[in-house]
Structures are given as structure tokens and as C-alpha cells.
């Protein structure tokens, strides 16, 4: 059973709002002709939050993180050939966005704080669930597809990253 009540999003607005006041504190400038550039990443996880959103839609299946059991489907398609986990991703990329915007490198700390946060509080129980609720069929594809990003090749893969 899922044990986490926190949904991500506000795990990526609380990153988020410490990497804004960080900026009070803690400044290693980013050169603003750079630092422009934030929107970038931020749309590109946008864009791949919806991608995921419609493929879970299509499927017909909960999006709904904090109960996973209720998964009618394991979807392995679109953005899920890449990446076991597209819209926490998604929300990384947007994290590592604001960051640039941000102009200070030092908010960079930031997005590996929510991937850790995420992966421990959220990603690991949820795989479990999905382990009992798919058995064989989610093995191999966890075997297949790294959890955050890439296809699983060669002797320094991991199931983890």
C-alpha cells in the first residue's frame, strides 16, 4: 500500500519556492544572456507533463499518484518507453528552468533535492504497488527502462536511475 499523501506537484512548488528564497542568501550569478533561457527545459517538461497526461488518458488509467492500485493499465508506450516516470521528469525539467531563470546557480541544488525527495517518498512505494498490481509484466519492463530517463543498456545501468 502507497503510504505517501503528499502529491508531487507541491513537492516541486516547495523546491521551487526554496530555490527562489535561496536567492537571498546564497548567489552564484548566471549570466543573464543564459539565464534567459530557463523557459526552455520548463516548456520542454510542459510539454512532456501533457504528452504523459494524454498517454495515461488514452489508456484509460488513473493519473492519480497517491493511488496507483487503481492503475487499469501499465502503460509502456509514448513517453513511458524512455522514462518509467515522464511526468516527475517533467517536473524536474521545470525545477531546473526555474533555476536558470533564476540566474543563480546555486538554486540548481534544488532539482537533485526533489528527484531524491520524489524517488524516496513517492517513486519507490509506488513502485512496489505496481510490482504486486502488474507482477511479471511490470518486472520487465522496470528491467527495460531506467526510472528516470534512457533504456536500460550495458553493465553500469541501474533499475534506479
Same mark, same amino acid.
Given at each position: 500500500?502507497?503510504?505517501?499523501?503528499?502529491? !508531487?506537484?507541491? $513537492?516541486?512548488?516547495?523546491? #521551487?519556492? &526554496?530555490?527562489?528564497?535561496? =536567492? *537571498?542568501?546564497?548567489?552564484?550569478?548566471? =549570466? !543573464?544572456?543564459?539565464?534567459?533561457?530557463?523557459?526552455?527545459?520548463?516548456?520542454? @517538461?510542459?510539454?512532456?507533463?501533457?504528452?504523459?497526461?494524454?498517454? +495515461?488518458?488514452? &489508456?484509460?488509467?488513473?493519473?492519480?499518484?497517491?493511488?496507483?492500485?487503481? &492503475?487499469?493499465?501499465?502503460?509502456?508506450?509514448?513517453?513511458?518507453?524512455?522514462?518509467?516516470?515522464?511526468?516527475?521528469?517533467?517536473?524536474?525539467?521545470?525545477?531546473?528552468?526555474?533555476?536558470?531563470?533564476?540566474?543563480?546557480?546555486?538554486? +540548481?541544488? @534544488?532539482? !537533485?533535492?526533489?528527484?531524491?525527495?520524489?524517488?524516496?517518498?513517492?517513486?519507490?512505494?509506488?513502485?512496489?504497488?505496481?510490482?504486486? *498490481?502488474? @507482477?511479471?509484466? $511490470?518486472?520487465? $519492463?522496470? =528491467?527495460?527502462?531506467?526510472?528516470? +530517463? #534512457?533504456?536500460?543498456? @550495458?553493465?553500469?545501468?541501474?533499475?534506479? +536511475?
Amino acid at each position: 500500500m502507497l503510504k505517501t499523501r503528499i502529491p !508531487p506537484p507541491l $513537492y516541486m512548488l516547495a523546491a #521551487g519556492y &526554496a530555490m527562489d528564497k535561496t =536567492d *537571498h542568501y546564497l548567489v552564484l550569478p548566471i =549570466d !543573464p544572456a543564459i539565464a534567459q533561457w530557463g523557459w526552455l527545459p520548463a516548456l520542454l @517538461g510542459g510539454v512532456l507533463l501533457v504528452w504523459a497526461g494524454v498517454t +495515461f488518458w488514452r &489508456a484509460h488509467t488513473t493519473i492519480n499518484p497517491l493511488v496507483p492500485s487503481k &492503475a487499469s493499465h501499465l502503460v509502456t508506450h509514448g513517453p513511458f518507453r524512455w522514462t518509467r516516470n515522464p511526468m516527475y521528469l517533467a517536473l524536474a525539467l521545470m525545477l531546473a528552468g526555474w533555476a536558470l531563470w533564476l540566474g543563480n546557480a546555486v538554486s +540548481f541544488l @534544488g532539482v !537533485p533535492v526533489f528527484v531524491l525527495v520524489v524517488t524516496v517518498l513517492q517513486i519507490v512505494p509506488e513502485e512496489r504497488v505496481l510490482q504486486e *498490481h502488474f @507482477g511479471e509484466e $511490470y518486472m520487465r $519492463y522496470r =528491467d527495460r527502462v531506467n526510472r528516470w +530517463f #534512457g533504456p536500460l543498456r @550495458g553493465r553500469w545501468s541501474t533499475r534506479g +536511475f
